[in-house]
């Protein structure tokens, strides 16, 4: 059964900082979806990625697939960045359901 | 607006009654999932279909949940007799080689 765990599960920071979120899963996957998640609920997709790196604006996300980690970084964090995010497997045949991580609650202050 | 649509958006009941959600997905997607979500985890896995076959249900899904998806479009979830253990928001995905896109899930309060 895979396992997603989040890393770390609360983060309070500065304004202009740069941040970090890790994920490590345990079984091999298919690909990782990062996702961020806003009081009230909705989920928006950040990034999927199977390798390598991806970069959108001030995020950037990498995956090393032979450790089963992944990585979340925003740079010049700002307080519209605060939200709680997601990483999620993917199972490589089958259903392809996603396996979640609990999440990292990120607050950014002005 | 992303592409999912979820309805309702809030549902209170009274324990022991029925209650149906509602995902519409987007048109081209073939794969929607339901999830389940409370208050400090992340999502689970309920339900899978892929056009209009239920493909997989989770051991979440007890016999007071049923969930159809007719002729592969929207999708609905049923849940009889509720209980209070079932207060959750109910997220529907829909799934493409390109990704997944979630609605913004319906919140049940059972009291």
């Known amino acids: 059964k895979n396992e997603v765990e989040q890393s770390p599960q609360n983060l309070t920071a500065q304004e202009g900082e740069f941040i970090t979120i890790n994920c490590s899963y345990s079984v091999g996957i298919s690909a990782l979806h990062w996702l961020q998640q806003h009081p009230g609920g909705g989920i928006v997709s950040l990034f999927m990625?199977?390798?390598g790196k991806k970069k959108h604006g001030r995020l950037i996300a990498t995956i090393n697939i032979q450790e089963k980690h992944s990585s979340l970084h925003i740079t010049a964090s700002h307080p519209r960045d605060s939200a709680v995010y997601i990483c999620?497997?993917?199972?490589?045949?089958?259903?392809?359901?996603?396996?979640f991580g609990k999440g990292t609650k990120l607050s950014v202050i002005p | 607006d992303t592409g999912v649509s979820q309805n309702p958006r809030h549902k209170i009941t009274k324990r022991g009654q029925n209650v149906t959600f509602r995902c519409d997905p987007i048109s081209e997607h073939n794969r929607l999932y339901w999830y389940r979500q409370t208050l400090g985890q992340g999502p689970e896995f309920l339900t899978y279909f892929q056009n209009e076959a239920q493909l997989e249900k989770s051991r979440l899904l007890s016999d007071r949940f049923s969930a159809e998806r007719p002729k592969g479009s929207f999708s609905t979830l049923e849940i009889q007799r509720t209980e209070q253990g079932d207060s959750a928001m109910y997220l529907c995905?829909?799934?493409?080689?390109?990704?997944?896109?979630f609605g913004s899930g319906t919140r049940l309060t059972v009291v």
């Open positions: 995905c829909t799934g493409a080689v390109v990704g997944y896109t």
């Open positions: 990625l199977s390798s």
């Open positions: 999620a497997s993917i199972a490589g045949a089958g259903s392809y359901q996603l396996t």
